[in-house]
């Protein structure tokens, strides 16, 4: 996989992996860096410094002045690269992971209500598409870039097809805090009811809509006659 460039706009990346890219396309093995060169290059970026030492989880060499003593207080030297974490399939292969609990699992379901945090299927409720395929649910790993630019591997339930169908990339919990910051304020107060009550509200239309999806498919036909009789 052709690693992308690192200050790529259209980069869907957290500030670990544009930090990895950054190190090897910027900095280059065996050269040092400081926190002022990371705060320059990512302005308004908390902590993006520790989101780099976490490349050490994925076998990325960076040392300090308690690991080398010929560095300054405010140097790191790069080492090596390790897991090319850009790619999402090494990354998850590499991410240190530990075994999710009977009793985790439970507690994940639950609190998703059972249900795919994906689609929304319920464990055992056919497919709309599908009719002979009911949904399967699982409780799996989905690397999130936090506001911030954290990356954190959260557990959610998911069905399998949703699993399978999955690119790769992690849920971007920032992009979603700028969407909704960039509402207007009307609808950003509609969407914190929403949030609040933890479903959505609907409107006379939403309801209409529905109700009209439930029909069999003879009554839609009907229905759509009538009104455009």
């Known amino acids: 996989m052709t690693p992308p460039a690192w ?5 869907k ?9 950054w190190l090897v396309q910027v900095i280059g093995e065996g050269n040092t860096f400081t926190k002022e060169q990371i705060r320059n290059a990512f302005p308004g970026i908390s902590q993006a410094d520790r989101r780099i030492r976490d490349l050490r989880d994925y076998g990325w060499v960076l040392l300090t002045n308690s690991d080398d003593a010929t560095l300054m207080a405010e140097d790191q030297r790069f080492v090596e690269a390790g897991v090319p974490v850009w790619d999402p399939v090494a990354r998850r292969a590499a991410a240190p992971q530990k075994a999710i609990s009977n009793k985790e699992k ?8 059972y249900m795919c945090t994906v689609c929304g299927i319920s464990g055992g409720e056919p497919y709309v598409d599908d009719s002979n395929q009911t949904a399967v649910l699982a409780i799996t790993r989905r690397e999130t870039v936090l506001p911030g630019g954290r990356e954190r591997t959260l557990l959610v339930t998911e069905c399998k097809r949703c699993r399978a169908g999955s690119d790769g990339h992690p849920a971007r919990a920032d992009e979603t805090v700028a969407d909704i910051r960039a509402l207007e304020p009307g609808d950003q107060r509609r969407l914190l009811r929403w949030i609040e009550r933890g479903r959505r509200g609907s409107t006379a239309l939403d309801r209409a809509w529905n109700a009209y999806r439930r029909l069999p498919a003879d009554a839609r036909d009907e229905v759509r006659a009538a009104l455009e009789g």
């Open 7 to 11: 200050n790529d706009p259209k980069l």
């Open 106 to 113: 439970q507690e994940i379901m639950a609190r998703d209500d």
């Open 13 to 21: 990346a957290g500030t670990m992996v544009r930090g990895a890219l």
